[in-house]
């Protein structure tokens, strides 16, 4: 149980156009979903907390008119890179909240999607 | 917010050696401490946690122990063999409805032969 995915795994577009991202959580219900970006060889640096039914929680410094997040099910949030550029290359990381997973607040991860800009 | 530390970025140890990975908390509020291992390309996975009522956790080869009063916990990776290789990542959180986890730099393990 607790299966989380992405599409697409890996995606080339050409630099000023938009990019759309999938995160699915396939057997249960995810009321709050997370979107990181890793640049290679770096960790992972959570972009925005995305809750079912709202708006999304960016971090400082994540640009929310560049990064649109949309959680419209509870088994769908989508991130989507609007006039993407070289420097947004990067992989890009979801994972989803359980609520019946218990106390440990245990987030599962999707596969990653990589994403580059030419 | 809470900050993580982690050290050493990179480790290199030979085969049937322990390994041992370091990270420090910021806020004392956390109370959940995962340890994740990323092989390169692939998602990040779970492959021990520690919450703070419990000093220390252990899992056949790996173990995990936690001071909360220095606000620091480390993974132990015992009998390394060359499977193991790869960035591990410790995390911090506070357990609750959707808590964010807040990960540490990673470090890169090698295990030789």
């Known amino acids: 149980g607790a299966v989380v995915s992405q599409h697409p795994s890996w995606v080339i577009c050409k630099s000023g156009t938009s990019v759309k991202i999938e995160c699915r959580s396939l057997d249960f219900q995810a009321t709050t979903m997370f979107w990181y970006r890793q640049f290679p060889k770096q960790s992972l640096m959570l972009m925005a907390t995305?809750?079912?039914?709202?708006?999304?929680?960016?971090e400082q410094g994540v640009e929310k008119d560049k990064f649109l997040i949309n959680h419209a099910s509870l088994t769908l949030s989508t991130l989507t890179v609007t006039s993407a550029h070289p420097e947004d290359s990067s992989f890009y990381i979801c994972s989803a909240f359980n609520p019946s997973g218990g106390e440990y607040n245990e987030q599962f991860f999707g596969p990653g999607t990589r994403l580059t800009v030419l | 917010g809470e900050n993580v530390e982690q050290h050493p970025s990179t480790l290199s140890v030979q085969e049937g050696d322990s390994a041992v990975i370091k990270c420090t908390y910021s806020?004392?509020?956390?109370?959940?401490f995962p340890w994740y291992k990323q092989e390169l390309g692939k998602r990040p996975q779970l492959i021990i946690d520690?919450?703070?009522?419990?000093g220390e956790k252990k899992d056949q080869r790996i173990a995990v122990t936690l001071n909360k009063t220095a606000k620091h916990f480390s993974l132990h990776i015992t009998e390394t063999q060359p499977e193991d290789s790869a960035v591990y990542f410790c995390?911090?959180?506070?357990?609750?409805?959707?808590?964010?986890?807040?990960f540490g730099t990673g470090t890169r393990l090698q295990v030789t032969l």
């Open positions: 995390a911090a959180s506070v357990t609750g409805t959707a808590s964010k986890l807040t």
């Open positions: 995305s809750n079912e039914g709202s708006k999304a929680t960016y």
């Open positions: 806020d004392s509020a956390s109370n959940y």
């Open positions: 520690i919450r703070s009522n419990v």
